[in-house]
């Protein structure tokens, strides 16, 4: 079946040329003339793809991409803003509202094709991840006793799309239940009150969190942002709660969670108080790649904001650039854009204070 594109432009021409581009090119492809009428069919059609205009009559294109970003249905879709407009604080607002993708007019056919085909490639990738992070998930809870039990409380889940730098939830919010992240990545942090972060986790598919305040009857003392587009399932509070008390070897499954959580913290506190920025960055790169490295083949490479790495390293940002430049000087790791590669494990794990 072929892969379905929706085409939001207010130009006629653009949006014709660029329709039969991707109708050649096997796609089905439908249009809209501007916001509006962008957001309806969206909703009607439930494309693969979005590829949207920025500058448009009635709603522009982030407002297009705001009000799907709401809509549970549309949220996950990706999106590829199409403009003229090529100014760099244009494309870092786009990027930073959640768009996957910017191409500026004019362009030709293979850059409007790489673009399409490299983001319907890495949906499908990510679809993937989700199919196999539940089948993970359904395993461990059909290892625990008192599986109606287990399969009344999945009745009752709410499945949420975060688009990238969503706030899940906040220091101080009241608890809405247990939170499973099917795909993408999850940063756990607490804020400082002269507004600095500390990362102290990251989710990986297939992981609960935001559960110690639900056993522990509180509001969140720590926040969630989406880091990449996800998915996320949410067990209602009561259920989870009532689960707790009726399965002992619910329990203890996330007792040994927390037991885990709580060593880690404790090692990381340690760190901070005796390790170098350098030691704690080397660190902080293998604990990445012993979450996320899953081609055990290639070398480890992530994408990583140096903000959020920064943070999660327990110093300023332009340490961190600094350090990040030693470690490209004596071919430790790779840098190309926010991609980093690791080059040197066996470095990192000796790296000295």
């Not at 581009?21 to 957001?39: M, Q």
């Not at 760099?88 to 293979?110: L, N």
């Given at each position: 079946?072929?892969?379905?594109?929706?085409?939001?432009?207010?130009?006629?021409?653009?949006?014709?040329?660029?329709?039969?581009?991707?109708?050649?090119?096997?796609?089905?492809?439908?249009?809209?003339?501007?916001?509006?009428?962008?957001?309806?069919?969206?909703?009607?059609?439930?494309?693969?793809?979005?590829i949207?205009?920025?500058?448009?009559?009635?709603?522009?294109?982030?407002?297009?991409?705001?009000?799907?970003?709401?809509?549970?249905?549309?949220?996950?879709?990706?999106?590829?803003?199409?403009?003229?407009?090529?100014?760099?604080?244009?494309?870092?607002?786009?990027?930073?509202?959640?768009?996957?993708?910017?191409i500026?007019?004019?362009?030709?056919?293979?850059?409007?094709?790489?673009?399409?085909?490299?983001?319907?490639?890495?949906?499908?990738?990510?679809?993937?991840?989700?199919?196999?992070?539940?089948?993970?998930?359904?395993?461990?809870?059909?290892?625990?006793?008192?599986?109606?039990?287990?399969?009344?409380?999945?009745?009752?889940?709410?499945?949420?799309?975060?688009?990238?730098?969503?706030?899940?939830?906040?220091?101080?919010?009241?608890?809405?239940?247990?939170?499973?992240?099917?795909?993408?990545?999850?940063?756990?942090?607490?804020?400082?009150?002269?507004?600095?972060?500390?990362i102290?986790?990251?989710?990986?598919?297939?992981?609960?969190?935001?559960?110690?305040?639900?056993?522990?009857?509180?509001?969140?003392?720590?926040?969630?942002?989406?880091?990449?587009?996800?998915?996320?399932?949410?067990?209602?509070?009561e259920?989870?709660?009532?689960?707790?008390?009726?399965?002992?070897?619910?329990?203890?499954?996330?007792?040994?969670?927390?037991?885990?959580?709580?060593l880690?913290?404790q090692?990381?506190?340690?760190?901070?108080?005796?390790?170098?920025?350098?030691?704690?960055?080397a660190?902080?790169?293998?604990?990445?790649?012993?979450?996320?490295h899953?081609?055990?083949?290639?070398?480890?490479?992530?994408?990583?904001?140096?903000?959020?790495?920064?943070?999660?390293?327990?110093?300023?940002?332009?340490?961190?650039?600094?350090?990040?430049?030693?470690?490209?000087?004596?071919?430790?790791?790779?840098?190309?854009?926010?991609?980093?590669?690791?080059?040197?494990?066996?470095?990192?794990q000796?790296?000295?204070?």
């Amino acid at each position: 079946m072929s892969k379905r594109i929706l085409l939001i432009e207010d130009n006629a021409d653009v949006r014709e040329n660029t329709a039969e581009i991707l109708e050649l090119a096997g796609y089905e492809v439908f249009t809209a003339e501007n916001g509006k009428l962008g957001i309806e069919m969206a909703q009607q059609q439930s494309p693969d793809l979005i590829i949207c205009d920025i500058m448009m009559p009635v709603l522009d294109g982030y407002g297009v991409l705001h009000l799907l970003g709401k809509n549970p249905k549309t949220a996950a879709t990706p999106f590829i803003f199409l403009t003229a407009k090529s100014e760099r604080s244009d494309m870092r607002k786009g990027m930073e509202m959640g768009a996957d993708d910017y191409i500026t007019k004019p362009f030709d056919d293979v850059e409007l094709l790489r673009a399409v085909e490299s983001r319907l490639k890495r949906m499908e990738e990510q679809q993937r991840v989700t199919g196999s992070s539940r089948e993970n998930v359904n395993r461990m809870l059909k290892s625990v006793k008192g599986l109606e039990d287990l399969k009344d409380i999945a009745s009752r889940q709410t499945v949420k799309f975060y688009k990238k730098k969503d706030t899940i939830f906040s220091e101080g919010d009241t608890p809405l239940g247990l939170y499973l992240l099917h795909s993408g990545k999850v940063k756990i942090y607490k804020s400082h009150q002269l507004g600095k972060e500390f990362i102290t986790k990251w989710i990986q598919p297939g992981e609960f969190f935001g559960f110690l305040p639900l056993i522990e009857g509180r509001d969140h003392t720590s926040s969630a942002e989406a880091v990449e587009n996800c998915e996320v399932t949410i067990f209602p509070k009561e259920d989870f709660i009532d689960l707790l008390e009726r399965s002992p070897l619910v329990s203890q499954k996330f007792i040994q969670m927390l037991a885990g959580n709580m060593l880690q913290e404790q090692e990381e506190l340690m760190a901070l108080a005796y390790n170098s920025v350098r030691k704690r960055t080397a660190d902080a790169l293998l604990k990445l790649m012993e979450r996320y490295h899953t081609d055990k083949d290639k070398a480890f490479n992530m994408a990583i904001g140096r903000e959020d790495l920064a943070n999660m390293v327990g110093t300023a940002t332009e340490s961190l650039i600094r350090t990040l430049s030693d470690f490209r000087e004596e071919k430790i790791i790779e840098i190309n854009g926010s991609q980093i590669t690791l080059l040197n494990v066996e470095k990192l794990q000796r790296m000295k204070n």
